[in-house]
């Protein structure tokens, strides 16, 4: 089953408070880290790392466990395959909501996606549904291990509970399914696409950076 935890860095924006995070972190994550010009970022490539390697102590979750973490502002995401499967593929992906980019989704987003969010009457609705692509867009980009060099356009998107791969690429027969996020107070649109079809409905918020 695909789980996803939640967890908010605000209190790694404290110095002391991050390098004690900071020192637990592999090499590689240090340097990551390091690159960061702003201690949001900084915080946030810690952030997830930490928030992985807690699920898998807290949780018994074996490192070959497919994984996939995300970060936006003051939250960090991780979905990760429980069960072990060898073979399946999970991408996240959580974004605040800000005022929707009508210029991106017109160059980037499928005809009937940017049509979607041109019938929102409201400019709350138009971020709320801009969001809601993006979020769901990016997490099967990610699951695909392809990222930014699929094309945004080469897969289609249709909004339901849950929703839909309309079309995809060939080159991914497999098929996807996804879940949506919200939270109360949060606002944070929040995705994850899964080559598992058993994704967990319930976001799990109980790890934390004290």
Same mark, same amino acid.
């Given at each position: 089953?695909?789980?996803?935890?939640?967890?908010?860095?605000?209190?790694?924006?404290?110095?002391?408070?991050?390098?004690?995070?900071?020192?637990?972190?592999?090499?590689?994550?240090?340097?990551?880290?390091?690159?960061?010009?702003?201690?949001?970022?900084?915080?946030?490539?810690?952030?997830?790392?930490?928030?992985?390697?807690?699920?898998?102590?807290?949780?018994?979750?074996?490192?070959?466990?497919?994984?996939?973490?995300?970060?936006?502002?003051?939250?960090?995401?991780?979905?990760?395959?429980?069960?072990?499967?060898?073979?399946?593929?999970?991408?996240?992906?959580?974004?605040?909501?800000?005022?929707?980019?009508?210029?991106?989704?017109?160059?980037?987003?499928?005809?009937? +996606?940017?049509? +979607?969010?041109?019938?929102?009457?409201?400019?709350?609705?138009?971020?709320?549904?801009?969001?809601?692509?993006?979020?769901?867009?990016?997490?099967?980009?990610?699951?695909?291990?392809?990222?930014?060099?699929?094309?945004?356009?080469?897969?289609?998107?249709?909004?339901?509970?849950?929703?839909?791969?309309?079309?995809?690429?060939?080159?991914?027969?497999?098929?996807?399914?996804?879940?949506?996020?919200?939270?109360?107070?949060?606002?944070?649109?929040?995705?994850?696409?899964?080559?598992?079809?058993?994704?967990?409905? +319930?976001?799990?918020?109980?790890?934390?950076?004290?």
């Amino acid at each position: 089953m695909i789980r996803t935890w939640i967890a908010d860095i605000t209190p790694l924006y404290d110095e002391a408070h991050y390098r004690k995070y900071y020192r637990q972190l592999p090499n590689f994550r240090k340097e990551k880290a390091d690159r960061m010009r702003f201690q949001e970022g900084k915080a946030q490539s810690a952030g997830a790392w930490t928030l992985l390697q807690s699920i898998r102590k807290e949780y018994g979750v074996k490192e070959q466990a497919a994984f996939n973490l995300s970060h936006s502002g003051d939250f960090v995401l991780c979905s990760v395959d429980t069960d072990g499967g060898l073979n399946t593929q999970v991408g996240c992906d959580i974004e605040k909501i800000k005022e929707a980019n009508m210029k991106v989704a017109g160059r980037f987003f499928c005809p009937s +996606e940017y049509e +979607e969010i041109l019938r929102q009457e409201s400019a709350a609705e138009k971020s709320d549904v801009f969001y809601r692509f993006w979020v769901l867009k990016e997490s099967f980009m990610k699951a695909t291990r392809q990222g930014m060099a699929l094309d945004m356009k080469s897969f289609e998107i249709g909004l339901g509970c849950p929703p839909v791969l309309k079309r995809k690429p060939d080159e991914f027969p497999r098929s996807y399914y996804y879940c949506e996020y919200k939270l109360d107070g949060v606002p944070y649109k929040i995705a994850v696409c899964s080559t598992e079809k058993k994704i967990d409905t +319930e976001i799990h918020t109980e790890l934390r950076f004290d």
